[in-house]
């Protein structure tokens, strides 16, 4: 009975030559691979036309998905290999490392006995890196066995000897104590497989465990014990693929490995002896494509370049690290932006792997699948823009799916602005990561379709929620999402609320979005006639609390207050009703005379009145007069200032009775005093549009203003006679006359 124990470096692409190699000639009847036996049922879809490596084996606690561990595997990675080899000739290949269910149950225990301490790996390959003068335990593995092309008989007999040898010197690694029972688990499978009459098995491992697993007819007992105190775990594990992406490899998971070149690694798996000049032939095409000159003479100076770094390192051949100092010399000029730019597309890669659709998976990602397909959708690791029109049913589509994701608190897609104007545009990026599939199947519990899912989330924020603000934002998310019957919850539920609340805030907060949401339905043909009743309830409650909710607020809460109240105009301003918008200024008419109230609101509702035209130009003149005094407090004249502003400074340029008042009361200010408000007049002024702080600088030159107003100048300038000729032409042009 032969047992051939083969150490590797995970995702190493010398081990997994050396592993195809061997398996070839020692033809085993069985291979063990490394990893929990959880998976073994899934190492057979290895070889599937479908399964495109980079993927990863996700296993999870079934009630609990955000338990999980993952096992990604590239088409370079040594176990995937062996498995493909297994599959290929018809042999059982089987995980024959410790469980996932014990593994979770020992983490929960080690979280609940130190929550904070997290173990430190050390690579006990470091020792004789500093003894030789690498830079790190991987650099001198890659040096002496993944570079190496030899007999791979020897190259598993040197692995064997290294590890024996770091093994018998006491060498430890920090992950020893974990290794123990994992090592036993192992060795007591390996012995199952002998009591099966397989005669000629093949373990793939980490180099490490190599040794632990010769001795197996001298260890049964301890092996025993030492499992008999392992903890019991009646945690249901479930198994699956999921895509993986290049940079995802990088990450320490399952069996604790990670590359930082995995495109680069690819590469050398593909590449048979002129690694390097094809390596820095994709280089010169990427380049190329951002437009940069790269010519042939350029490759061959970064290859000769490499080849003599190489040597004065005393390295027999060249690797990454002469390539990206060869090409950053002479490719990028130096340019360190440009390197970064090959390690992104080249050296890491945004390859995303596809596992068969016929896998197991739970019903909420099979339906996420099946909308992608329905909608021609594609998950990618690369940014994608998508232009929607609404008026096309597979747009409107993909919206809806968009949306009803962002419920369900998986970032896919992201809105953004859009390129072309009008209410049926819409434009979203879409970039997939690994991490946005474990969040779908942590929400499987939810439902079995990603609408009954994301009407969960709704309802259940639904019934938890106390405030109309956020029952309104949850509307407003219903709506493009198409989720009618969360709507029609969210409706009652708001109804309830109205009745009972009188935070007046609250309303404040919920008003606009509900004033929106109810324009929002000609362009999603979604019935909201009842909000009409509602918003209408609401804005009488806002009305006759407003004035005793703005009384004796402090600064900051007075500053939010002016924003609501200014967002409120505008949403009033577009909820475009006579009756409730004079309800409304009649409102601010009586809070304008509230000494009680902070000098922001105050100038807020001033300005608010003298836009609206609800104040004539002698009352006007006389509130900013009286607020401007020099008799007042300087700090809240320029609160009443920042408020009648409100980050627009037009009317400082064309209203020059204004300008007067503002420039009169800044030259009596000491100098004191002035540098005082300074950061506070900064604040106000910063809000305006550049060209606007530009003029009033120019105009700040001349002094006071000689004029009253400038719209007077204007109006005796004014030809009636010329306007005339013009009047029909600007009709026709906005559609009046059709």
């Known amino acids: 009975m032969a047992i051939h124990i083969l150490g590797i470096r995970h995702h190493g692409v010398g081990s997994a030559k050396n592993v195809a190699d061997r398996l070839a ?29 980079p993927a990863a084996i996700m296993c999870y606690n079934t009630d609990n998905p955000k338990e999980s561990v993952f096992y990604p595997f590239a088409e370079y990675s040594p176990e995937w290999v062996a498995a493909q080899y297994a599959n290929k000739h018809g042999i059982p290949v089987k995980a024959i490392d410790l469980p996932v269910s014990i593994s979770l149950a020992q983490k929960r225990e080690a979280e609940e006995a130190n929550p904070e301490e997290a173990p430190v790996s050390k690579d006990p390959l470091g020792y004789l890196a500093d003894i030789a003068g690498f830079g790190s335990g991987e650099e001198w593995w890659e040096y002496h066995f993944e570079q190496q092309k030899e007999n791979t008989a020897e190259h598993f007999e040197a692995v064997m000897h290294v590890m024996e040898s770091l093994r018998a010197e006491g060498v430890e690694s920090s992950l020893d104590k974990e290794n123990v029972p994992r090592e036993a688990y192992m060795r007591t499978l390996i012995r199952q497989c002998q009591n099966e009459i397989y005669t000629n098995i093949a373990v793939i491992c980490g180099a490490w465990h190599a040794p632990a697993l010769l001795n197996l007819d001298g260890t049964a007992k301890s092996d025993a014990k030492i499992l008999k105190v392992l903890p019991k775990s009646k945690v249901k594990v479930t198994a699956t693929w999921i895509p993986w992406t290049n940079s995802r490899l990088s990450m320490s998971s399952g069996y604790g490995a990670g590359i930082y070149s995995p495109g680069w690694y690819e590469h ?54 002469e390539l990206n100092e060869a090409t950053l010399s002479v490719m990028c000029m130096g340019d360190g932006i ?73 970032p896919w897609a992201r809105r953004t602005v859009s390129r072309s104007k009008g209410t049926f545009k819409e434009s979203w990026f879409t ?50 999402a198409e989720l009618f019957e969360g709507i029609d919850a969210l409706l009652d539920r708001i109804v309830e609320l109205s009745t009972v609340s009188s935070d007046i805030i609250d309303l404040m907060n919920a008003l606009p979005a509900l004033i929106e949401v109810s324009r929002y339905g000609n362009v999603r043909k979604s019935d909201l006639s009842i909000l009409e009743t509602i918003v209408k309830q609401l804005l009488v409650k806002v009305y006759i609390g407003l004035n005793n909710a703005c009384y004796g607020l402090d600064e900051d809460n007075s500053t939010s207050m002016f924003s609501l109240i200014t967002k409120l105009n505008n949403a009033i301003r577009l909820y475009d009703d006579t009756e409730y918008l004079q309800q409304w200024h009649e409102t601010l008419h009586k809070m304008v005379d509230n000494t009680g109230v902070h000098p922001i609101i105050l100038g807020c509702v001033c300005r608010l009145l003298l836009d609206s035209q609800q104040m004539d130009e002698q009352e006007v003149d006389k509130r900013i007069a009286f607020a401007l005094s020099v008799s007042n407090d300087p700090y809240q004249v320029a609160s009443w200032l920042e408020g009648f502003l409100k980050g627009n ?61 400038s719209t007077a100048t204007a109006a005796q300038n004014f030809n009636e006679e010329r306007a005339a000729l013009i009047l029909p032409i600007i009709k026709e042009l906005a559609g009046f006359n059709s």
């Open 25 to 53: 000639l020692i033809k085993p009847d069985i291979i063990l691979v490394e990893g929990p036996p959880e998976i073994s049922e899934m190492l057979l879809a290895i070889g599937h036309a479908n399964l495109v490596p």
């Open 649 to 709: 400074g037009m009317i400082l340029i064309y209203d020059n009775r204004l300008w007067n008042l503002i420039y009169s009361w800044v030259s009596s200010l000491s100098k004191e005093i002035f540098m005082e408000l300074l950061p506070l007049l900064r604040r106000t002024f910063s809000k305006f549009e550049f060209g606007e702080r530009r003029q009033i600088g120019e105009k700040a030159k001349k002094g006071l203003a000689t004029e009253r107003h």
């Open 431 to 480: 970039e997939w990561s690994p991490d946005m599939m474990i969040e779908l199947i942590d929400k499987a519990f939810l439902g079995n379709t990603i609408e009954s899912a994301s009407q969960s989330v709704i309802l259940g924020r639904c019934a938890q929620t106390q405030s109309i603000a956020e029952v309104s934002e949850l509307i407003q998310k219903c709506i493009p």
């Open 338 to 410: 440009l390197l970064e730019l090959i390690k992104k597309e080249l050296i890491i890669g945004s390859k995303l792997g596809r596992v068969p659709e016929e896998l197991p998976k739970v019903p909420l990602q099979e339906d996420f699948e099946q909308n992608l397909k329905s909608l021609r959708l594609k998950l990618t690791a690369e940014q994608k823009q998508y232009d929607l029109d609404l008026r096309k049913e597979i747009d409107l589509g993909r919206s809806i799916l968009f949306f009803r994701l962002e419920v369900l608190g998986i």
């Open 268 to 321: 050398q798996w593909h590449a048979k002896d002129d690694a390097e000049i094809t390596w820095l032939t994709k280089v010169a095409t990427a380049l190329r494509d951002k437009q940069i000159d790269i010519s042939t003479a350029h490759v061959i100076e970064a290859f000769v370049l490499s080849r003599s770094l190489s040597s004065l390192r005393n390295k027999y051949y060249v690797s990454l690290e």
